[in-house]
Every structure is written in structure tokens, then in C-alpha cells.
């Protein structure tokens, strides 16, 4: 009899041990549910709304891309492109293009938990500025497809017209949420502007609200109060699409929280 409940005992013990194990895991994985997550951030212009050089979206940028750090995310998970690269030697941003882009998608999210996909850009009716040229909804939605697949995904576009891609990228697995209407234009692209407005907003945000559900509310609130206080018309509206696959694990998703002061 001493054989048989030596085994139990080992059989008990090993599932003991498997157990405290995975409550190890998923206890560090609430505490930093983004660190195995990747991130592509794009400025995908340099010109303001009146032809001139602005650093507006390279500033949106690189703040965006330090705010996805400050959420648990690796710098070598965090892929920036920039249109002029040559001008900043210390982060090295790669050179905005679909392809170059849609390559750092390629190399990331295969062994990601998720995916962050930021564009801050000029955008017309037909999509959003890269460089010199206009990355369709359509093209987006196949490189996601593609690269993220059915990982969770949040996917942010902050660019006049932007909500032209809701209808291409919406899948149960994505969340999305751009800086204007369909047929709207957005504001603060201009040469003198730090942030675009949308811009501005989602910074301010992330460091006052727990979850991305929480995150659209506020941006969307923000960019209204903006744009009412400098009496700009017609308002952009920024549109929030969540999928319902995602929609009950973002409130999981929850963000770091700065210490009391």
C-alpha cells in the first residue's frame, strides 16, 4: 500500500505545483496584460494643412509610441516609421511606407499576444497619407489580416475622413477608432500645431482613464470640447468600433495607473 499512495502523493503534489503555476501566470499577466503585445506607430506625413513643414505628426509619433511603452510594451515590440527618418538618429525610425510597414507587421505579431496599429497622417475620402501616397482601407485591412489575424486588435487612425476605414477593418477581434467621420474632416495639422487634436486627446487620456473602452469615450469627449472652444465647424466626430469578441476582454486589458500623489 506504501507504492500506491507514494504515487498520489506525487500526483498531488505535481498538480499543486501546475496550479500554482498557472495562477503565477495569469496573476502576472493581469498585472502587465500588454507586454507580449507589438506596436506599429506611423507619422505618415511632414507637411501641414497649408503645404508647410510641421512636426505635429512626428511629434504624435514618437509620444504615442513612449505612451505604448509606458503600457508595458518593449521597445524592440515597438515599430516607428517616420517620412523623414534622417532627422532623428536616436530612435531610428524606418522610412513610412505600406510595404515597409506591412514587413514590420510580418516580424512582429507572429509571437505577440496583440496588436497596436497607430497612423497619424493627412487622410482624404480614399484613406490615409503615407509618404506620397494614399494607403486605402481595403490594403490595411488585408496586412491585418494577414499579420494580426485573429489576435486582438486595436487599430487607430487620426486623419481627416478617417472613418472611411471602420466598414473594411471591423471584425469581431478588433477594436477601432479614428479622429473623424467618413465625410468629415479633423483639426490641428497645421504647421505651428504640436499635436493634431485627435493627437492630443488620446495622450491626454491614457494617463486618466483604466481601459481602451474607457479611452475612446474620453478622446471622443476631448477632441468635441477642442474643437467647440476654437469654434471649428463642422465637428470631426471620432468614431469607436468594437468588435464583440473584444469587446468583453478590453476591460481586462487595463492600463498602468501613475502613483498618487
Known amino acids: 500500500m506504501s507504492r500506491p499512495r507514494a504515487g498520489l502523493r506525487i500526483r498531488i503534489c505535481a498538480l499543486a505545483l501546475g496550479l500554482a503555476c498557472s495562477l503565477l501566470t495569469a496573476r502576472a499577466s493581469l498585472a502587465a496584460p500588454f507586454d507580449s503585445w507589438a506596436a506599429v ?16 505628426f512626428d511629434n504624435a509619433r514618437r509620444d504615442i509610441a513612449k505612451a505604448f511603452s509606458d ?28 510595404r515597409a510597414i506591412y514587413e514590420a507587421l510580418g516580424d512582429l505579431a507572429p509571437e505577440a499576444a ?5 497612423f497619424t497622417s493627412h487622410g482624404d475620402p480614399r484613406g490615409v497619407l503615407v509618404d506620397d501616397q ?16 485573429a489576435k486582438p486588435t486595436v487599430v487607430v487612425i487620426s486623419a481627416c475622413f478617417s472613418g ?24 490641428g495639422c497645421g504647421e505651428s500645431d504640436t499635436y493634431p487634436y485627435f493627437d492630443a486627446c488620446f495622450l ?3 494617463g486618466e482613464v483604466g481601459d481602451f473602452i474607457a479611452l475612446g469615450r474620453a478622446v471622443g469627449l ?14 470631426s466626430e471620432p ?8 469587446r468583453p476582454v478590453l476591460p481586462l486589458l487595463t492600463f498602468p495607473q501613475p502613483p498618487s500623489r
Open 114 to 118: 496583440g496588436c497596436l496599429v497607430y
Open 204 to 206: 491626454s487620456a491614457l
Open 134 to 149: 494614399i494607403l486605402p482601407p481595403s490594403i490595411l485591412g488585408l496586412m491585418l489580416d494577414r499579420s494580426c489575424g
Open 239 to 246: 468614431q469607436v468600433w468594437i468588435g464583440p469578441q473584444l
Open 71 to 98: 503600457l508595458g510594451l518593449a521597445p524592440g515590440q515597438i515599430a516607428q516609421f517616420s517620412v523623414r527618418p534622417e532627422a532623428e538618429r536616436a530612435l531610428k525610425p524606418q522610412k513610412a511606407s505600406a
Open 41 to 56: 506607430v506611423v507619422a505618415g506625413d511632414s507637411k501641414g494643412s497649408l503645404g508647410g513643414p510641421t512636426e505635429a
Open 164 to 187: 472611411v476605414f471602420v466598414p473594411a477593418l471591423a471584425k469581431p477581434n478588433r477594436m477601432i477608432l479614428t479622429a473623424a467621420r467618413p465625410d468629415r474632416t479633423s483639426f
Open 222 to 235: 476631448c477632441v468635441r470640447e477642442r474643437e467647440q472652444a476654437a469654434g471649428l465647424t463642422p465637428p
